[in-house]
């Protein structure tokens, strides 16, 4: 706990940590994205309301259908969630990876966390983020293949490095969360025997592993059939085919007369594979180059490339951060008050029990 400024209230350090990286983070973004607004200044002066709109809505349903990626995927455990649930889930974790660093990271633990408290086993829950994020990949993978084929070249070696090296990685990680919920005892045991080696343990008997059986068990539970893994791939490419619409009426927003369906694909494409490259929030800076990139290449002059990309950005990244941590907010805020509900419960019970009668001993 630290003082601040001598006054009575006290603000607990991680808390304030929290916010001095957040306000750093913000003025990082302000310094990136500033001298790019005065560029397409004139363009964002005179925004099309009704494609804005409709990339909002757009948009809206991408995150939405993500979130039914999701709910499928762990139904596939026995575990059934409302879609207004996993839609609100959907939109707070995609708001922690629009607005945190290594913000994909930190979603999917707070989605573990949650499917843990709505009744998910911990593999389940482990199992269901991977293959939704393996999953979404090999959309990503199929949707960057499409664009190249859309834009003219259909060669193999135009297709393979489009995203035929990233396609078989990925048919090959879905191989591999099958092979784990298929034969798990192997697997789960080797691991177990791996922790004994692990640095830093003092004893090598793993006293605090989870049960080899208990686990196998709770792994053979997950049992995804075809027709789940074809509506996950289903709701994965809506899911990036509505990010992609959102793109492009963002651009349409500004002014920009037309785009092929091939060069938009490859300027998204473009864009957002760069996210990776950098440690800030929505991979900021580098997916506004690759965007940039892709816009020159279809035709698409500086300052309306500039404002197109901060329209997207400004909905897909901004609109979505305030809804998420709206809805986080309100998500936390349920289970406190649950919470102090079940605690007033056992109290009122124990209340209860203490203050009924006792019976009178038997008479000898």
Known sequence: MVAVGGFASVIPARRLLRLAAGLVLVGVEIALVAPHVSSGGAA??????????????????????????????????????????????????????????????????????????????????????????????????VLTMVGTVLDGDDSLAGLVGAGGLSLVLVVGLIGGLMLVTRHPRPIVARLRALCAHLPGRRSRDCAGAPDVDAVVAQLSAIDPRARDWAAAFWFAIVSWAADLACFVMCCYAVGVGSLGAGVAVLAYVAGLATSSLTLLPGGIGTVEAGFMVGLAHAGVTAPLAVAGILTYRVVAYGLVALVGWTVWALLRRGRRDADAVADADIVVETLTESAQPQAAPAAA
């Open 44 to 141: 964002l002066a005179d925004l099309r309301w009704g494609w804005v709109a409709a990339a909002i809505a757009c948009e809206m349903a991408s995150v939405a259908t993500y979130g039914r990626l999701r709910r499928r995927l762990l139904s596939a455990g026995g575990v059934r969630l409302p879609l207004g649930r996993m839609g609100a889930l959907a939109a707070a974790s995609s708001a922690m990876t629009a607005t945190i660093p290594a913000g994909a990271a930190v979603a999917g633990g707070y989605l573990y966390r949650q499917f843990r408290r709505l009744g998910a086993s911990a593999p389940l829950a482990v199992w269901t983020v991977s293959a939704a994020a393996v999953v979404s990949g090999l959309a990503f993978s």
